[in-house]
């Protein structure tokens, strides 16, 4: 018996199985609407293709003058595009079938909200998709609309700690991968009625954490839910305010 001939020693090195002594990192993005972003309840199932600000925003298919841009000018001078408290909103989160419950879930709380696809099709070019969103919010009795982008970027530093256990149920329970993750939000608000619009970008939400192998899906997962609460909470603010 193998067993019975181990000093303390190999015992030791049987558990840990061996320790990394450098540290290894790795850089990493993804939309908030990837649906292999994670495995749990902080993502939303999408389609990763994301609305083009083109199509959301641009002109009516026709060659941008010279005009138009004055218009345009003109219209910011007159004052931002504003959604009250209380008002009607399409929302849509890009790339998604639906905006997640996390972003519901922040501005239900100050608006009347009103979930929409923002799965683009091949049809939706030369400014046609910003024309029919804005047909659909006109028919459900929403003034604005609300569409959003969220971009995931983290950098996953495996600690000294890293093992290749002999013991995999052992090894997977030391904390070994720091990640540090950051998620930016950008939204733009635009006025049904005149077609006018408003950019937000809230800042960015950072936090970190360390975790071992067999808990990493659900750390992971209580980050981008702690982030994105915090980054939707500050996109809303900011619609109010």
Known sequence: MLSQRYTPSYRLAALCGGVALLTLSACEESSISDNTAGTGAAYVGGHVHEIDE?????????EVSEGDIRNAIHGRQSGGVRAWPGSPLLVVQSGATAPDSIMLAAIE???????FSGVTTDSHRDGRLGRDLRL????????????YWGKLE?????QVTKTVSWVPIVG?????????????????????????????????????ALSPGLLRDSSRDKQVYDLKTRAYTGLVAQLIG
């Open 154 to 158: 983290s950098i996953r530093e495996d």
């Open 54 to 62: 083109l199509d959301l925003l641009g002109s009516h298919g026709g």
């Open 109 to 115: 709380k100050s608006y009347r909200v009103f979930p």
């Open 172 to 208: 997977s329970l030391i904390p070994d991968e720091q990640r540090s993750t950051r998620l930016r939000v950008r939204a733009v608000l635009i006025d049904v009625e005149s077609g006018r619009s408003e950019a937000f970008t809230p800042p960015a939400a950072e936090n970190s």
């Open 136 to 147: 659909a919010a006109a028919r459900s009795g929403c003034t604005h609309i609300l569409c």
